[in-house]
């Protein structure tokens, strides 16, 4: 008997890319996988869709789109036993990439009929759950500009763009970050940004936290200190190596929990959407999602 698969489609993710590639995916499923197919409409839409998906108790979700589509549908998801699997057919295909699943229609189809499922840890502040990174500072702000903007894509090209207006008015703030449960004194200081961290890429392939793990039960957090525009833009090319963390004024650590304080102005982003400012608790939720990922 074919299994019962729900499909949540963004149909504007990728420029719609994601449709075609959708089609594509499609009939390598067919057989194995009655599909049942959603289109979300609007943002907020796939975590509703997902909510009502899950109720439904199906053999999987299909989530179709890049990693706002991901993020929308593990929020209508978390905590439960469905297992989703991701087609990562968006613009920035972020926590699929830390997972292994390629943008392609034919491997994230054989990853779905592979069947095999993993439990992994998600983020949580301010009541969302996030899949990658979350944080304060300048990327939060860069976010905020991006989400107001329309989303025209958050590719690393045009996040790279925000980025650099960004950079030329934003100043580094005060903030304390303190791993939760913590004896010692707080890290405080002027920072660029801090980001807590569930999976290593964010924004297109940056490589915010590099060790990141999605199954170890803890955050990462990284700390950018109080650099100058010259050391932002020589850091900025490291960041998608990962090799950032080496240099000076850049401090990292890993904790169930993470506290940050600082001006109630600053936004707090969790996968680049602005969810409320500081202060902010950044917490673990370890195996809260069920995922599908590549065999062998
Ligand atoms: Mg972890």
Redesign the pocket.
Known sequence: MRRRALVLVNPKAGAGRAVKAWKAARPLLAEAFALEEWSSERPGHATELAERARKLAPDAVLAVGGDGTVHEVVNGLAGSDVPLAIFPFGTGNDFARALGVRPDPRQAAAVLLGGRTRRV?LGRVHGHYYVQVAGTGFDAVVAARVNASGRAGTGAVTYVRHLLATLLAYRNRPAALRPAGSAAPPAAGPILLIAV???PYYAGGMKICPE?????????WCRIGDLTRIEVLRALPLVFSGRHVRLPKIDTG?APAVEVDGPPDLPVHADGEVVGHLPARFE?APKALTVFVPGG
């Not at 990141?212 to 990462?220: H, I």
């Open positions: 840890d961290a569930n999976t990141a793990s999605p199954e170890d039960g803890l955050l990462d890993r673990c």
